[in-house]
C-alpha cells in the first residue's frame, strides 16, 4: 500500500531529523495557552499574536546566528541511546527490538 520510504524512519534517524509531528502538536498548544480563550477579542488576538511573532522571531534570529534549536534533555538521551542501538545493534534480535521498543516507548 505505501512505499517502505515513505514510513521507514531509518534514515531520519540516523541523521537526527525529526521523525514526529510533535513540534507542530506543542506549537498548536502552546497557541491555545496563549490566548487562554476559544474566542478572544481582535485586539487581544492581536496584541497576543504580535507577542508570539517576536518570540518566535527572537528564535529565528538564533538559529540564523548559529545556535541549535533547544531539545529537551530527556529527548537528547533517548536520542543518543536511540543511535546507539542503531550503531552498534545487538546479535539477538528480538533483544534488539525490545531496546528499541522500549526506548520508543519511555
Known sequence: MFEID???MHRRTTQSLMRTNNSAEAYNR???S???CAHPT????LQKLINEE???HADILHICAGQPPKKEK???RL???LLN???NPHRDISVQINSIAYNISL
Not at 481582535?42 to 488576538?45: A, G
Open 6 to 8: 515513505f514510513w521507514n
Open 30 to 32: 502552546r497557541i491555545r
Open 34 to 36: 496563549v490566548f487562554q
Open 42 to 45: 481582535l485586539w487581544v488576538f
Open 54 to 56: 517576536t518570540g518566535t
Open 74 to 76: 530527556r529527548n537528547e
Open 79 to 81: 536520542e543518543i541511546r
Open 85 to 87: 542501538l542503531l550503531g
